[in-house]
């Protein structure tokens, strides 16, 4: 059995990682190619491309790397023509993802989209390309699927991989030891993995840390950096302000983990602070120009997923262009002079976590596709 399998976000290959080493389990001759990132590559994928190295985000960015993204799937194309795999998997990533699905659909090659989209809540009318290329939708949202088969896609819920993953991670004993400091509340900011969300997002969230430190003296600041350049480029946006401040990378659940609460940039790492119950401030900053689309195309009431899931505001949210320090700032403060206020939203979200933190996402999909490989005819290319 040949597979395909492409993740084009550091979140991606984390969730295609985990998918592949299942894969395997289930069934051990299968052979893996695909497009991602390191963590696919160490689970035993070979890599045609390194896609998550062009992980770019809104039109600009994207308009871009134009040609590049057009070279990228010209070569995934030749190579699915060539070897023909089973079925390709597809985590996330629309936009280039759209092109290689209905690439390999014109291929008679099956297609499976693990971890969607969220095209429910910012680009609804994308479920007809989901419709046109899709043979069926892995949907990690409990509410998913029923939206998708309404709109006459095949879907089932298989849960969120990150909770797999969450799951299965073991902390730093003694970078923890080394951290905690009677005394001393810690406050985790995690300003996101991609190089823009840096950019945009790390400015506003150091700003909001002044205005803490101004207040709370005592109160110390982790940063969590996914890579080392991302660590790197927050010591420049650090510069000379006067903060009891360390940046680390790869740290970032310990980061979590030690925080009395944090403040961070909106994506998948909601769900990493919903899962260690952390009461968590949410920003998503990015240029002025690409504001208003998100405000005419977003069709739900929050950008968080947590929100979403509890259907409240359970952690604050900010969407735009302007600096929200203050009011990041604001809600942290608050925690930390009114510890029944934390300590009944970390009731609500360990309430929450009880609901939806179910592990053995990645089991149940490898199990979904390889029952689409054995039990559905392959159709011949158009």
């Excluded at 070979?46 to 770019?56: F, G, N, R, S, T």
């Amino acid at each position: 059995m040949k597979l395909f399998v492409s993740a084009g976000e550091p979140s991606g290959d984390l969730h295609g990682a985990s998918l592949i080493r299942e894969l395997r389990r289930q069934h051990p001759d299968v052979a893996l190619t695909g497009m991602g990132g390191p963590r696919m590559a160490d689970a035993g994928c070979e890599l045609i491309y390194p896609l998550c190295d062009l992980a770019v985000v809104g039109i600009w960015q994207v308009l871009a790397n134009l040609s590049t993204f057009a070279s990228i799937l010209n070569q995934a194309t030749t190579h699915l023509r060539r070897n023909r795999p089973d079925a390709v998997v597809l985590i996330d990533y629309p936009g280039f993802h759209w092109h290689l699905a209905a690439a390999a659909h014109s291929l008679g090659i099956p297609v499976v989209y693990f971890v969607p989209p969220q095209i429910w809540g910012w680009a609804r009318w994308r479920v007809n390309k989901m419709r046109r290329s899709v043979d069926r939708v892995l949907a990690s949202l409990p509410f998913e699927p029923e939206w998708y088969r309404q709109r006459g896609v095949e879907a089932e819920y298989v849960g969120h991989p990150y909770f797999d993953e969450l799951a299965g991670q073991r902390l730093d004993p003694e970078f923890m030891e080394r951290q905690r400091r009677p005394g001393t509340p810690i406050v985790g900011i995690l300003p996101g993995s991609r190089r823009s969300e840096l950019h945009y997002n790390l400015p506003t969230l150091l700003n909001a840390a002044e205005r803490i430190h101004a207040e709370r003296p005592d109160v110390r600041f982790l940063v969590g950096c996914l890579k080392p350049e991302h660590a790197e480029r927050a010591r420049q946006a650090l510069g000379d302000r006067r903060l009891p401040v360390e940046i680390h990378s790869g740290r970032t659940p310990e980061v979590i983990e030690l925080a009395h609460s944090c403040m961070a940039c909106s994506g998948s790492i909601s769900l990493e602070l919903l899962y260690r119950r952390k009461p968590t401030a949410i920003i998503y900053r990015q240029h002025w120009s690409v504001i208003p689309l998100g405000y005419i195309f977003k069709a739900v009431k929050y950008i968080t997923l947590v929100n979403l899931l509890a259907d409240k505001l359970l952690f604050p949210e900010y969407f735009g262009a302007r600096c929200y320090g203050p009011e990041l700032s604001g809600h942290v403060l608050d925690w930390l002079a009114n510890p029944d206020k934390h300590a009944a939203l970390v009731d609500e979200l360990g309430a929450l976590r009880e609901q939806v933190a179910e592990p053995g996402a990645c089991e149940r999909a490898a199990g979904r596709v390889l029952e689409l490989v054995r039990t559905r005819p392959r159709r011949h290319a158009a």
